[in-house]
């Protein structure tokens, strides 16, 4: 028997719809509803037993914490039923990156689960929905898919949900991974040349299953003149942690230094992570972080480090143990 692939719909672009096929950029995003998406792709029915399910219909930006939850609660169960074999979510391109990296974080299964979005409504004239989400399902109905964690399918590649991120927003080659993609998928067919090392799923120590609620953790973006009117007004708002997304090597204006140091006495974690395309942040480069007790967030965008802070500082409020995890995870 075919393997049994359930879609989570979200909503996002690969759902929306243009007003002609010649609006490939301006269109409504969150429109198409899931069995409508499924109707329009009998081809599905070659490579997997498809049941479809609309938890959300919104575009990606509009995401918020309570969403996370749900939809991980969702994939949680769906993945611990033994007649669902891999997982689809259909989702926005633009948070699409913070969503897989929070699945791979906390969901225990090696069964696949891949998010899927497109660049172009399915109204538009050479629309690329159709055939990601094919190639979506073709992968998540795959054997040789399980175990790599969280993977995104766009535009032919097999992507790592925690390496990838939306790096242009009008090409359907949206989605990149400065450490490249794991594979290609053609033809639904897997081409695999690499397999993740960093913890995620089943050999994660964050479980959706234990997690209520997520902690306030935001991020202040680091530039030419950068005042502290932001880094004050969140410590004053009561996040958890501070990611800030500072300039070339992760670097902190000295203007800057004594409110991300107070903020810290007062207990909020400051993690650094850099404004750069693909960042790479080391400890005490630019900043004594040993002597001012900060974290810093390696390759980690700093949207990915906010969801990983979130996620860690629901087991941990140890610096040290948080830096533990940003090398780990
Ligand atoms: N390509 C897209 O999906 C972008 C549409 C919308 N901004 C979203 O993220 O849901």
Redesign the pocket.
Known sequence: AKPHVVVLAT????A?AGASAANSATYA??KVPVDKLLAGLPELANVAKVSGEQVFQI???SFTNDHLLKLGQRVSALAKQADVDGIVITH????MEETAYFLNLTVHTNKPIVLV???RPGTALSADGALNLYSAVSVAASKDAGGKGVLITMNDEIQSGRDVHKHINIKTEAFKSQWGPLGMVVEGKNYWFRAPVKRHTTQSEFNIDDIKALPAVDIVYGYSNMNTTGIEAYGKAGVKALIHAGTGNGSVAAQAVESLKTLRGQGVQIIRSARVPDGFVLRNAEQPDDKYDWVVAHDLRPQKARILAMVALTKTNDSKELQRIFWEY
Do not use: P
């Open positions: 909503g996002g672009t690969i929306g995003a969150a575009a990606s930006e926005g391109t633009d948070t979005g497109s660049m």
